[in-house]
């Protein structure tokens, strides 16, 4: 991958968290069972579109 293409990337997506934060999403429970302050990995596993990535982005803007 060369790096102009790389740069467009994540710029894309930059561009798409900032969108992102207008938007409300519901929280749920198993939010709280991510460790943000653990020194291991953390594995959020589940069916495809079953809202993991947006799990994870509301973990991620709640506890800074």
Avoid: P, W
């Avoid at 207008?22 to 579109?49: M, N, P, W």
Wanted: proline share 0%; aromatic share 4%; glycine share 4%.
């Amino acid at each position: 991958m060369d790096k102009r293409t790389l740069e467009t990337i994540l710029a894309d997506q930059a561009e798409e968290l900032v969108l992102k934060q207008t938007l409300h999403f519901c929280q749920r429970k198993e939010e709280d069972k991510i460790d943000l302050k653990s020194t291991q990995a953390q594995v959020v596993i589940g069916v495809r579109r079953s809202g993991k990535s947006t799990l994870c982005y509301n973990a991620l803007t709640r506890k800074k």
